[in-house]
Nanobody, 124 residues
Framework: QVQLVESGGGLVQAGDSLRLSCAAS????????MGWFRQAPGKEREFVAA????????YYKDSVKGRFTISGDNAKNTVYLQMNSLKPEDTAVYYC?????????????????WGQGTQVTVSS
């Protein structure tokens, strides 16, 4: 079992930056591939970014490539999502997820543990 707690969300203006954090507790953090997803009102939860189990490979949704960066710190049991050049369409609740497999995935169905989410609102 692993517990995930997100933080770092907030209200920002278009063009601003935010860094989301996901603190993991329980089993060894380095045993999981990690992902960030988001869900806007009235929409399905969608993939944003993922990191494989050793943090060597990353994978991004096309619309966030070049603006968002996922990274992990095994010593702190924390994964981050640095979000730059934010746009109003990035507004959503952002969720951290952990997968008990070494490879990353962009499917919500492939993740075993989820955090409670943190709200990101980008005003125009």
């Amino acid at each position: 079992q692993v517990q995930l707690v997100e933080s770092g969300g907030g209200l920002v203006q278009a063009g601003d930056s935010l860094r989301l954090s996901c603190a993991a507790s329980g089993r060894t953090f380095s045993r999981y591939a990690m992902g960030w997803f988001r869900q806007a009102p009235g929409k399905e939860r969608e993939f944003v970014a993922a990191l494989n189990i050793r943090g060597r490979f990353t994978y991004y949704k096309d619309s966030v490539k070049g603006r968002f960066t996922i990274s992990g710190d095994n010593a702190k049991n924390t994964v981050y999502l640095q979000m730059n050049s934010l746009k109003p369409e990035d507004t959503a609740v952002y969720y951290c997820a952990a997968r008990e497999r070494p490879d990353y995935s962009d499917s919500v169905y492939d993740y075993d543990y989820w955090g409670q989410g943190t709200q990101v609102t980008v005003s125009s």
